[in-house]
C-alpha cells in the first residue's frame, strides 16, 4: 500500500528549486515497507552526505512517526526523493552509475 504525506521530491536545505543535489553517493531503496528501517538508512545517509531515494510503492508515510522516531531529529538535514520506477533514478543519474542489491536476485 503506498501512502505519501510529506514532501516528495526535496534539494538540499535553503533550496528552492527541489532538485536533487549533486552527490557523489545515492542510495536508492525499492519499495521499502518498514519505517524504522527507512528512517535508520536515512540517518545513515545524512552522516555520509548520500541522497536516499525512495521508488514506490512506500508501506508507510512519509513523515509516519516510526520514520521520524527511527530517524530521529535528523530527517530535516536529509536530502531524499520519492519517484515511481526506478528508471526515473536510473535515467536522472545515469544507467552505468547503478549498483544492484537484492536478497532475491537470481544471479551472483
Same mark, same amino acid.
Given at each position: 500500500?503506498?501512502?505519501?504525506?510529506? &514532501?516528495?521530491?526535496?534539494?538540499?536545505? /535553503? +533550496?528552492?528549486?527541489?532538485?536533487?543535489? !549533486?552527490?557523489?553517493?545515492?542510495?536508492? =531503496? #525499492?519499495? &521499502?515497507?518498514?519505517?524504522?528501517?527507512? /528512517? +535508520?538508512?536515512?540517518?545513515?545517509?545524512? !552522516?555520509?552526505?548520500?541522497?536516499?531515494? =525512495? #521508488?514506490? &510503492?512506500?508501506?508507510?508515510?512519509?513523515?509516519?512517526?516510526?520514520?521520524?522516531?527511527?530517524?530521529?531529529?535528523?530527517?530535516?538535514?536529509?536530502?531524499?526523493?520519492?519517484?515511481?520506477?526506478?528508471?526515473?533514478?536510473?535515467?536522472?543519474?545515469?544507467?552505468?552509475r547503478l549498483w544492484l542489491f537484492s536478497t532475491k536476485a537470481r544471479q551472483t
Amino acid at each position: 500500500m503506498s501512502r505519501i504525506d510529506g &514532501p516528495i521530491d526535496r534539494g538540499p536545505p /535553503g +533550496s528552492s528549486d527541489g532538485l536533487a543535489p !549533486a552527490s557523489h553517493l545515492h542510495v536508492i =531503496l #525499492v519499495e &521499502p515497507e518498514i519505517a524504522a528501517n527507512t /528512517g +535508520s538508512v536515512g540517518r545513515t545517509c545524512v !552522516a555520509i552526505g548520500a541522497m536516499l531515494w =525512495l #521508488v514506490r &510503492p512506500l508501506g508507510f508515510h512519509v513523515n509516519d512517526r516510526n520514520i521520524r522516531r527511527a530517524g530521529l531529529d535528523y530527517w530535516q538535514y536529509l536530502n531524499w526523493r520519492v519517484v515511481d520506477h526506478l528508471d526515473e533514478v536510473a535515467s536522472e543519474l545515469g544507467y552505468d552509475r547503478l549498483w544492484l542489491f537484492s536478497t532475491k536476485a537470481r544471479q551472483t
